[in-house]
């Protein structure tokens, strides 16, 4: 398989979207919101229990790509028991790093596992896929409504 | 372009076809783009891109509204356009050929001037299951403004629209039947010189979107007895940003303006203003010139080759592509008797989005989503598909290219 391919499609992230964690509802939730990517058709709905700023347990349902999916899971095995500030400070560096942001390079480590999603980089139409779980945590944790759309 | 082809094409006429299209010839990481995404939009002929070229190198120049030589050119091209399309569509007039952006426009044009005055409350709109966005979503849009009901006629698992529900759905009540001419997500071909005829019999006008047709079927507005017909030029080997509306004369010139502006109108004071007759009423503003010059020059490509060798090829490759998808254990979305060159299909349980992208790093173009037809996808229980959609300039090689690709997806996805 070609590089950039395989890259993407890696092992790690064809294994969170066959068995994907924290699948499911959460219930009850403190804080919950859909995401939507209108080009593919991706669906997320996101449910979070957070307690004096910590993320105690988070959930999360949907339909979408491997990527999309992949990425949701592997937003919730990161977020897990993390404060606010910290999900925060996570999804700018993980957006910089998809975007190819000059200042990401050095973020890899600081990443983890959400490295594996390094890959999308080279898929600029991919991206969405891969941040649509994070917009739908800022969406939940600003606790808006309306579904949000990553166009 | 003087040439005119058989009822078949050689494998000659067929190569030297495929040279009139200079893209066919770009590559796509190192490797030969195989371009089947001509539902979404078709490429550009040779003889397309030079009118463009010759229109701006030798007389680009505003319409209607100059004494100059330039203008008198441009204005007689434009013009000879409007001409040309409306022979082509077999209408009556020329003056029933109203320039747009393109088939979104054309319908929300009808919603908007037609539909808006006339509606009331608990008056219907009929649609069927199959529509695109462009012909839902400015129906949705007239009835919260007059409180209009739309209402939906179902399609069968093959993907064609049921025809008794059809009618079932059709009453009094009905003003407007909306009708996709053939689907973009499924290739289906309605039958809509029945359907108009139904809808005549209880009152309606029709309005058809004929985005998809154009490009595979020869039209006769009048033989079809359709109000409103509307197509997109880029989906016709022309430019994109310019399309059409045909109406039929007597409502075009009930109907007030859609916009205003320049060129629409006879004289403006700050008192009364006095609109233009048909067509210039509806063309508010400097119309898409260059656009229009090159959709004339696309459909006379199409005369050219004329559209039983188009139908016979790309016939030969949706039956070819189908049977590769039947081989390969795809599932087709859409299998209507009648359909053109359009293949859905889902590849096992693996989003269409995946499919989409493996395809590409191959150098497959090929569109994955919901293909503006949301609902659509709802009713097969598909979040989104894989479409390739054919043209004349299509070969066999290239849809063995695609389906050499579907085990690599497959590889990914163990
Ligand atoms: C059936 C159908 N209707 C309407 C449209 C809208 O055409 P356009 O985007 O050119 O206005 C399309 C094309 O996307 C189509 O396939």
């Not at chain 1, 999804?91 to 910089?96: D, P, V």
């Not at chain 2, 359907?195 to 005549?200: H, L, P, Q, S, V």
């Not at chain 2, 007597?250 to 502006?261: I, K």
């Not at chain 2, 859409?334 to 493996?358: Q, Y």
Request: with cysteine; charged share 20%; hydrophobic share 40%.
């Amino acid at each position: 398989m070609n590089d950039e391919l395989a890259e993407l499609y890696q092992e790690l992230i064809m294994e969170h979207n066959r068995h994907p964690r924290h699948y499911g509802v959460l219930a009850p939730c403190t804080h919950q919101a859909a995401g939507f990517n209108p080009l593919c058709g991706d669906q997320i709905k996101l449910r979070l229990q957070i307690e004096n700023d910590l993320i105690m347990a988070l959930m999360f349902e949907g339909k979408g790509c491997a990527i999309s999916i992949a990425s949701a899971s592997l937003l919730t095995e990161a977020l897990e028991g993390k404060s606010l500030a910290e999900a925060h400070e996570l999804f700018t560096l993980f957006h910089e790093t998809l975007t190819g942001q000059p200042e990401s390079s050095h973020h890899s480590a600081r990443l983890g596992k959400l490295a594996a999603l390094i890959g999308v980089q080279a898929f600029p139409s991919r991206v969405k896929c891969a941040t649509l779980a994070w917009h739908t945590l800022e969406a939940a944790l600003a606790n808006k409504d309306t579904p949000v759309s990553t166009e | 372009m003087d040439k005119h082809f058989g009822k078949v094409f050689s494998p000659s006429d067929l190569r030297e076809i495929r040279n009139d299209f200079p893209i066919l010839k770009v590559k796509i990481k190192h490797r030969p783009l195989v371009y089947l995404d001509n539902a979404a939009t078709s490429q550009k002929p040779q003889c397309v891109i030079d009118a463009l070229d010759r229109y701006y190198s030798h007389y680009n120049s505003n319409v209607h509204r100059g004494l100059h030589e330039l203008s008198e050119l441009a204005t007689t091209a434009y013009e000879q356009s409007r001409q040309r399309v409306a022979h082509f569509l077999k209408a009556k007039e020329s003056c029933q050929i109203i320039f747009v952006k393109g088939t979104t426009e054309a319908i929300n044009l009808v919603a908007q001037s037609y539909g808006r005055p006339l509606l009331k409350k608990d008056d219907e709109i009929l649609i069927t299951a199959l529509e695109h966005h462009s012909n839902i979503v400015p129906w949705q849009v007239l009835c919260e403004q007059t409180g209009a009901k739309l209402r939906v006629a179902p399609i069968n698992l093959q993907g064609e629209v049921i025809q008794e529900e059809y009618e079932a759905c059709l009453s009094e009540k009905t003003k407007i039947v909306a009708l996709a001419h053939i689907s973009n997500a499924l290739g289906t071909i309605l039958p809509i010189k029945a359907m108009i005829a139904k809808a005549r019999a209880v009152g309606a006008i029709t309005l058809i979107d004929g985005a998809q047709a154009i490009p595979h079927l020869r039209v006769d507005v009048q033989d079809l007895d359709c109000d409103f017909y509307a197509f997109s030029a880029h989906k016709v080997y022309g430019p994109t940003g310019i399309g059409v509306l045909y109406g039929k004369k007597e409502l075009l010139e009930a109907m007030p303006p859609y916009q205003g502006g320049g060129e629409m109108i006879q004289s403006v004071s700050f008192e009364k203003t006095v609109y233009q007759n048909l067509p210039h009423k509806f063309e508010a503003g400097t119309p898409h010139i260059e656009g229009a010059i090159g959709l004339h020059v696309a459909l006379d490509y199409l005369h050219s080759l004329g559209y039983e060798g188009i139908a016979h090829q790309e016939h030969e490759l949706l039956l070819y592509a189908t049977e590769l998808a039947h081989k390969h254990h795809l599932r087709i979305i859409g299998e209507a008797k009648e359909k053109t060159s359009i293949l859905s299909f889902m590849v096992d349980n693996i989003h269409a989005h995946d499919v989409g992208t493996i395809l590409n790093h191959y150098g497959i173009a090929v569109r994955v989503g919901h293909h503006c037809a949301m609902p659509l996808m709802e009713f097969f229980k598909v979040p989104s598909t894989v479409r390739a959609s054919f043209a004349f300039y299509n070969t066999q090689d290239e849809i063995d290219a695609l389906f050499e690709v579907i085990p690599k997806v497959r590889e990914v996805f163990q």
